[in-house]
Structures are given as C-alpha cells and as structure tokens.
C-alpha cells in the first residue's frame, strides 16, 4: 500500500475514533454533542484540563478504552504523518545530490537553456543523436517534466552564472541559449562566453536587430525562428521540390538517407588524401555537397583532386550507416561511432 493510501486511511481512522468517543459519551452520560467531542478532544490530545462533567462508572471505563485506543493510535499517525514529510524530503535532498553528482560527471556535453517549445525540440533532436544534454529550466512545471522523465536538468534560471557553472558549462561543448526574451539570452550568452571562451554558443533571437547584440556578445550562431520559417513557406511556394529534398536530408522525413557535416581529425588516414583517392565515392556511395576548410571559406561541390586536410568539416549526404562509417574514418576518436 502506498504511503499516500496509508495516510488518508489514517486520518479516516482518526476520524471514526472521534465521532465513535463522542457518540459514547452522549450515549453513556447523556452529555450534548459540544460535551461529548470536547471530552473525546481533550481525551485524544491528552492536554489533561480534566473531566468537563462528573463522569460515571461507565464513563471512566470508556474513557480509559478510549485512552488506550485512540490516544495510541493519533500519536501513530502524527509519527507516520513526521516520518513521510521527513522521508520525502530526505529523498529529494539525496536525488538532488544525484543529479549534481551526474551533471558535474559531464564533459563535452550540451547545455539548452530553456525547455519551452524551442528548446524542448531542440533538445529531442540532439538527444536523437545519443548527445550528452543538461538543461536549464525554471519553470516548476516544466522541471516536474525534466524529472518525470528522468533528463539531467538545473532547476533555475540560466541568466544565473551560478546555475551556468552547475550545469557544467567550464566543460561543456556547446550551448543553446532559447529563453523567451532577447534580452536573457544576450544575457547567457554574454555569461557562458566568459566562462568558456571555447564554447560553441547558439542564441535563439526574437527580433531580427538583436542577432548583432548576440553575435557582439559571443555568440557564434544566432537563428531568428520566425524569419526561418517565413522564408521557409516562401521557398516551399517558389520551390517545393527543393524543400521536399531538404525535409529528406535535414528533417529527419527519411531515416536511412541524412545529410551530416563531419569535421577533419588529425589523425585521420584521409587527411591530406584527394577525394578521388579516398574511396567514399566509389566504396560508401556517398555524395561530398561541400567542404568547409580549415583556413576558411567554401568549396561546393568539390574536385576530385580537393584533398582533405586537418580541421575541414565535410558536408554529404547518403546512408546513414554508410555516414556512420565515413564519420569513423574522418574522425577515429568521435564518440557514438
């Protein structure tokens, strides 16, 4: 039975033995309804103010049955009632030094700020891909959702640095800042840049001229959502064909065929080896869309002859066992591969 149950059956109990001592005292002495509970209370709670009538023979053996009885009883279940409360907060105490304990185990993970509708899809796709996430939510509701389902979480707001630094933002990889205001998340991105100058930062801009206030404040990629999905209806009218392709690449419409971006190790056998040499092509059946080099710039659709060198990220698209493969031979030592 459940201590909840328990409970309420205790109080039901307790119930019963009062209304049981004042229908005897009425029954027994004759005594009004005022008489017999304020007798059956006093009784109960053992305050000792004395008989409120004289009480017969009778009278003086209900009283010490119900002594026995009912005395007994309400000190159990003011025990049980302390012993719950004292449990429970002791359960929540040693939970919550539990997740502290995980989250601060975390090294190269992801850090949302924010669960709302944004970060909440974020943080599915991210998940999707066995990435290490804690997320930082305020919200009471949304932390009862963060621990229903069992997510490394921070319960507070993330301007905090000091939630910030829980949430092991000194170690983490990358932080998306997608709280409700502008003004907050120039705020985390501002905070998480001078706790880790090598953090990758993503801000979630409501108006298009805060995308400079969040760049200005260190953030390396800042998305406006509405304008995203404006010129997202707009290009499904001007070319559907082409937002069909991009639902089957990037929005996970197709499961087998994705388009994923992979950065260059040093220690890679394909490091400064031509495509036309690597084998990706011709063994993997996967298409090189773009490589993005180290020393900067772009080469769509890259040559045959473009060799790979450290620190290029590689853009293609096929199989999603055979990017898998490509991921491990790009990068030997990327985790998930």
């Known amino acids: 039975m459940g201590r909840i149950p328990f409970l309420v059956i205790g109080i039901l109990i307790a119930v019963l033995i009062v209304s049981g001592g004042t229908t005897g005292y009425m029954v027994i002495e004759g005594w ?15 305050v000792g103010y004395g008989e409120v009538l004289k009480l017969s023979s009778k009278g003086h053996i209900f009283t010490m049955v119900l002594i026995v009885t009912g005395v007994g009883f309400v000190f159990y279940l003011a025990g049980s009632i302390i012993r719950f409360m004292v449990e429970g907060r002791i359960r929540d105490i040693l939970g919550r030094r539990k997740l502290e304990k995980k989250i601060r185990a975390q090294k190269g993970h992801y850090i949302i700020c924010g669960f709302g509708r944004v970060g909440s899809s974020i943080y599915d796709s991210l998940a999707s891909e066995s990435l290490d996430i804690v997320l930082i939510e305020q919200d009471p509701d949304r932390v009862s959702k963060l621990q229903e389902l069992n997510i490394l979480h921070v319960a507070g707001n993330a301007t905090s640095e000091e939630n910030l630094v829980m949430a092991g933002v000194e170690n983490a990889r990358g932080l998306v800042a997608a709280l409700k205001t502008d003004s907050d998340n120039v705020y985390v991105t501002l905070s998480a840049r001078q706790l880790n100058p090598d953090l990758f930062i993503l801000a979630r801009a409501e108006e298009e001229q805060a995308e400079k206030k969040m ?18 209806m707009a290009q499904t009218i001007l070319s559907p064909t082409v937002t069909d392709f991009l639902d089957l690449a990037l929005m996970g419409a197709n499961q087998d065929i994705q388009m994923q971006e992979m950065p260059v190790d040093p220690s890679s056998k394909l490091t400064n080896v031509a495509l036309q040499d690597s084998g990706i092509r011709q063994e993997l059946d996967l298409i090189i869309v773009a490589v993005k080099k180290a020393a900067g710039g772009m080469l769509f659709n890259p040559s045959s002859r473009t060799e790979f060198e450290a620190g290029d990220t590689v853009i293609t698209i096929g199989d999603a066992d055979n990017l898998k493969r490509l991921r491990k031979q790009l990068d030997p030592k990327a985790r998930g591969v």
């Open 32 to 46: 009004t309804f005022e008489d017999a509970l304020y007798m059956t209370v006093i009784t109960l709670s053992t």
């Open 215 to 232: 760049l200005a404040a260190g953030a390396n990629k800042v998305v406006c959502p509405y304008s995203m999905g404006a010129h997202r």
